[in-house]
């Protein structure tokens, strides 16, 4: 398939208008435009009066070889061949696994890192010192209008992460020619997203929707094998000196005093995790804090 992008037309337009932009961009009869999708549809609202949808197309036509051909000679930046955005895994479990990695926090970051664990095979147990969303969502609702805290089940701690009571917007500045953002979304559309996050600019999910697919996730890794505890807080980490003097990893010590033993352990705390990170400071770990950012709104 071609990829066209930045393909411009007004906010009103028809589904034949749009059709007839494609033939009219590529040159070609509309006999050849034998398909396309929507791959990104945005607005532009810089002229009040002249409000414009920006499209990117993945079109299908018999030429398609004899117009790239033509872009490249032209240099035309805005034709080119569809990118592969399939996610590719990069392992796949062995038959016997010895010990099953551990991911700590259940955020954005802990969710997905869980879930393409246990997508490869690896069952991870997923340890979350906060509660599940459903209990969460009533600590935080209890906050909000009762000012009562609860130190480990807030807006900070808790399944789904400090995201899942701001809107669910989902989108970022970082390059990602890897097309990994795209995962993220399918993922949340198999969870019961609306499918128009695939292709709107800048799209959100709403608090309400999220709480139910976070659920669906969870129900999803652990249909895979995989294992999440709620209320385990992580506070040391067991590390082990070989002769040689190198530390290795071998797992966690729960607030509880269990200690579970692992070689591969997910750090996904979030930024509230203050007590979690002074254990890795005083544990040698290098620490950096990173570019404050503010943001505001104007009415």
């Known amino acids: 398939m071609l990829r066209i992008t930045d393909l411009k037309l007004p906010l009103d337009h028809t589904d034949a208008a ?3 932009a494609i033939v009219a961009r590529l040159g070609i009869a509309a006999t050849e435009l034998t398909g396309y999708r929507i791959a990104k549809r945005s607005y532009d609202a810089r002229k009040r009066g002249a409000i414009v ?9 018999p030429r398609q070889a004899e117009l790239l051909q033509r872009a490249r000679e032209n240099a035309d930046s805005k034709l080119h061949p ?6 590719a895994f990069v392992a ?7 010990l099953r990695p551990l991911v700590i926090g ?17 069952r991870p147990i997923i340890l979350e010192r906060g509660k599940a ?13 009762g000012k009562v805290l609860t ?18 917007k989902l989108y970022s500045q970082i390059s990602d020619k890897q097309h990994y953002g795209r995962k993220v979304l399918t993922e949340f559309v198999a969870a019961g997203a609306p499918e128009e996050i695939l292709t709107v600019s800048k799209p959100h999910i709403g608090t309400f929707r999220l709480v139910s697919m976070v659920e669906k996730m969870r129900a999803t890794i652990e249909s895979l094998g995989g294992e999440i505890r709620f209320g385990q807080r992580v506070d040391d980490l067991l590390v082990e000196t070989d002769a040689a003097g190198t530390r290795h990893l071998r797992g966690v010590a729960l607030a509880s005093g269990e200690q ?6 997910v750090l996904a705390l979030g930024h509230s995790a203050r007590d979690t990170f002074a254990m890795l400071h005083a544990r040698g770990v290098y620490l950096e804090a990173k570019p404050f950012s503010l943001g505001f709104r104007i009415e």
Request: charged residues 20%.
């Open 106 to 122: 259940m955020g954005p970051c802990g969710l997905f890192a869980g879930l393409v664990l246990a997508q490869m095979g690896f």
């Open 151 to 168: 130190p480990e089940s807030n807006v900070q701690f808790g399944e789904g992460g400090a995201g899942t009571f701001s809107d669910g």
């Open 82 to 87: 569809t990118p592969d955005t399939t996610y």
């Open 92 to 98: 796949k479990a062995p038959p016997q696994l010895p």
């Open 53 to 61: 949808l920006i499209y990117a197309l993945d079109v299908d036509t």
């Open 18 to 20: 749009l059709s007839a």
């Open 260 to 265: 579970i033993r692992a070689d591969h352990v």
């Open 133 to 145: 969303v459903r209990e969460r969502t009533k600590d935080t609702w209890g906050l909000w209008r």
